[in-house]
């Protein structure tokens, strides 16, 4: 296998696991308790609200259009360029005493004083009611996706690869979620499928690099388990490192040049693939050990048979 990056000693990473388990659990009550004390700052997606797409005949002027809607005192509102720079989607959340009809004119009017090239577009409410159905969508898809992740790899390895595994890619959404709640960033839609991805992306990480300890241990008779891990995840360095760092590098574009539409869909990949890679080598494989992970579990012996007597 071609090697961009060649480590030519085994990286002694299980000798710092106390420590990267240490740092794990820390990040992680934070994150927990960002969570419980603060919750998260959920979207019109989830919360309900109207949506309003608006279209110019020249590239929108957003600062304007944030200008001359704060104008209106409506709380909250979120604005941000619909598939091309001249739409615009502005998002507001319910308001007990207006409907939709009411809230579109009082915005249409805001940005007709400022443009009056402004056209109207559509208008469409979502209700509490909807939202919340989202919501606890969003959240059985996370438990479906987890359960469905920790099945594949106990079919494929073996329960304890599967029980860190999980343990190590759970350890990265919870952070996501973590972060943006103490942050109090919009948790919207494109956030969650974020979020799923950043699973997904997670789990491969892991799998390459189990794929390397359970070739190991068949290969290397007379290793250690914490050498043989060492080993697995030394071997597969180069490859985690062009992985991901050629994902970054075009999850961080979408960040700077997307726009607002994808910004926090990109901060959440952001995030997760940053602890995916920390988590893959330096929370899934320490969790084995504490599992007491051995070759047996791959390897049985071979049953001696008893000569027959002449």
Known sequence: MLEFFPFKKTIPFMSWGKVTTAISLLTFLFSVWALWDKGLNLGVDFTGGTLIEVSYDQPANMPEIRGALEKTGLPEISVQNFGTSHDVLIRLPVKHDANAAETSNIVMSALQTADSTVELKRVDFVGPQVGKELYDSGALALLVVAFGIMAYLAIRFEWRFAVAGMLANMHDIVIILGVFAFFQWEFTLTVLAG????????????????????????????????????????????????THGSTQIMVLSMLFFGGEALHNFALALTIGIMFGIYSSVLVASPLLLMFGVKREHFIKPVEKKEEAVV
């Open 195 to 242: 979020v799923l991805a950043v699973l997904g992306y997670s789990v491969n990480e892991s799998v390459v690099v189990f794929d390397r300890i359970r070739e190991n241990i068949r290969k290397m008779r007379g290793a250690t388990i914490p050498h043989i891990i060492d080993d697995a995840i030394t071997r597969t360095m180069s490859r985690t490192i062009i």
